[in-house]
């Protein structure tokens, strides 16, 4: 374990009994892409890492309850998604969650939401057609978009102006949503969401919102679920899924909400018969149900954990450097600092963390923000308190 790393030393945090987020789960060895995948991306291996969008923690008790369980049938063959107990779950989790109704008969199955993303811009869009998205922007989405062939064009977030103009381009056929934003962490107003599908009405544009990360907003934000501003049967879709909030993304699996029938048939169509996938994965469907019908308590803890976590990273930001005004994400576990008002050269900072602090931090750059970094503090306190020490001590090795 790499130097700085103190096993369960750290602060104690009020968190209910049943669950200890403090005690480190060893993740080497188990084909894990933040742990054992570090030197493929950083070309050094046994960095201690705060990379991809994982969190280090045992997803909640109650979900690997019904995965035991599950597993204990011993039967593991095809399987649908279009049952009572997954819909009714999704619809539970609306309700109860965000105080939606939702109409399970939109609701479509994806291996994941990258996935249902390149099928839907698959539908909407054509080769050389612009897909429009906020900057800085998750990188899987610009693989997904360019990867088709298609135009990824930015608009920095918050630039209404700037969203209008790329909108009314003739040959911009998506708008893809991410809500709340990844990398930044901003939860959308009501007021904003309605504003944007204006927009993307009034230019004819289909909008795929992205609400992976909505179940981690924090507490003084609120979530508002695209589903509930929608044109009805226009032309939208939800993608989202259980995976992130609850960490169990290698279980694969997502759903989506269509709002147009034919466009929803097309869909399924696609997945079923273009795709050969029309058998999902079962524990992922044990999963979902289990999270949604017996998982707030556990989520409304390692929220509230990773909260105490980024007020740690504001804590010592604060201190060492006060020019940063740096202030926690309203959703998430990603802490996104802006490290440019220190005028610290990124290839340095890099080559600092890695050669010297042996940790591995993702540069902002891989998100088209040179000067942020992206440092995930989804993990125990202690890991947590050795990632914004080493952070601390580059930035402070560089100014020095």
């Not at 930015?154 to 381009?169: C, F, H, I, K, M």
């Amino acid at each position: 374990m790499p130097e700085g790393f103190r096993g369960i030393e750290g602060t104690a945090v009020s968190t209910p009994a049943r669950y200890d987020f403090d005690t480190v789960i060893d993740r080497r060895g188990t084909w894990c892409v933040q742990w054992d995948g570090v030197a493929e991306r950083f070309g050094v291996d046994g960095l201690l890492p705060f990379t991809i969008s994982d969190m280090d923690f045992e997803t909640a008790p109650e979900v690997l309850t019904a995965l035991r369980a599950r597993l204990d049938h011993g039967v593991l063959g095809y399987t649908t998604w279009q049952h009572e107990e997954f819909l009714s779950a999704i619809a539970h989790w609306y309700a109860t969650r965000y105080g939606t109704g939702l109409d399970t008969g939109r609701v479509v199955y994806g291996p994941s939401v990258l996935s249902q993303l390149s099928q839907l811009v698959r539908m909407w869009t054509a080769e050389g057609e612009g897909v429009v998205v906020h900057t800085p922007t998750y990188d899987g989405f610009r693989k997904a978009v360019t990867g088709l062939g298609r135009e990824l064009r930015g608009v920095p977030v918050g630039d209404t102006a700037a969203l209008d103009r790329e909108l009314a381009r003739a040959d911009a056929k998506v708008l893809v949503l991410c809500s709340p934003h990844n990398p930044t962490g901003r939860v959308w107003t009501e007021a904003e969401l309605r504003e944007m599908a204006g927009l993307a009405r009034r230019h004819g544009v289909a909008v795929v919102c992205d609400e992976i990360h909505a179940d981690f907003v924090h507490d003084g934000y609120t979530h508002v679920p695209y589903v509930r501003i929608a044109d009805g049967e226009g032309r939208w879709a939800v993608i989202t899924s259980a995976s992130k909030a609850f960490n169990f993304p290698a279980l694969t699996g997502s759903y989506g909400i269509i709002g147009n029938p034919a466009d929803r048939a097309e869909y399924l169509r696609r997945m079923e018969t273009a795709e050969g996938l029309a058998s999902p994965a079962v524990l992922s469907l044990t999963a979902h149900i289990a999270a949604y019908r017996s998982g707030a308590a556990w989520l409304d803890a390692v929220r509230a954990y990773t909260a105490e976590n980024l007020a740690l990273v504001a804590q010592r930001l604060g201190v060492a450097f006060p020019e940063l005004a740096w202030e926690p994400p309203q959703a998430g576990y990603l802490a996104w600092i802006d490290l440019r008002p220190l005028g610290v050269d990124d290839e340095a900072l890099q080559r600092v963390l890695i050669e010297r602090e042996k940790v591995a931090i993702m540069p902002g750059a891989v998100y088209g923000a040179p000067g942020f970094v992206r440092l995930n503090v989804g993990c125990a306190r202690s890991k947590a308190e050795a990632g914004i020490s080493a952070l601390v001590r580059a930035l402070g090795t560089l100014r020095g």
